[in-house]
């Protein structure tokens, strides 16, 4: 059985090690399994797959889960701009933000609604801290 490729632009080997990426990232930031693959628009069995790091393994992801494997090493980026401290970049995701935009929420519940927009707002509010830091 083939799968057809519906990546724009990234083979499979691409994939792979953005999803790899993108998942350690959210590991250290204390998201659950299920946070984790609402926010890159996964499926458990892709997710536990990414994580055993199976040398073997490939997958072909979409525009879209490109995107948001994008956002998240984004947002890993700025925070380690803002922050210097490790418990800070980590962190951060996994704490109430009184910010209007969070409104008390965490900004890993903001991102595991699931949809871009709020993937997006979370990444733009982020990104709005580190000021002219690029």
């Keep these: 059985m083939s799968v057809a490729v519906q990546t724009q632009g990234f083979d499979k080997s691409q994939c792979v090690t953005g999803l790899r990426a993108a998942v350690g990232i959210l590991e250290k930031w204390a ?16 997710y536990t797959r ?7 393994w490939s997958v072909a992801l979409d525009a879209d889960q490109m995107q948001r494997i994008s ?12 922050f ?10 996994a704490m109430a933000n009184d910010n209007e935009f969070f409104n008390g929420r ?13 993937l997006y707002e979370t990444f733009r509010r982020i990104d709005a801290l580190r000021g002219a830091q690029w």
């Design 106 to 118: 965490t900004p890993l519940d903001v991102m595991s609604q699931g949809d871009m927009i709020s």
């Design 50 to 56: 990414a994580k055993q790091r199976d040398p073997d």
């Design 84 to 93: 210097d401290n490790p418990e800070n970049v980590y962190g951060f995701p």
């Design 71 to 82: 956002f998240v090493l984004n947002i890993h980026a700025a925070l380690r701009l803002i």
């Design 31 to 46: 998201a659950s399994s299920e946070q984790a693959c609402r926010i890159l628009r996964i499926s458990r069995s892709t």
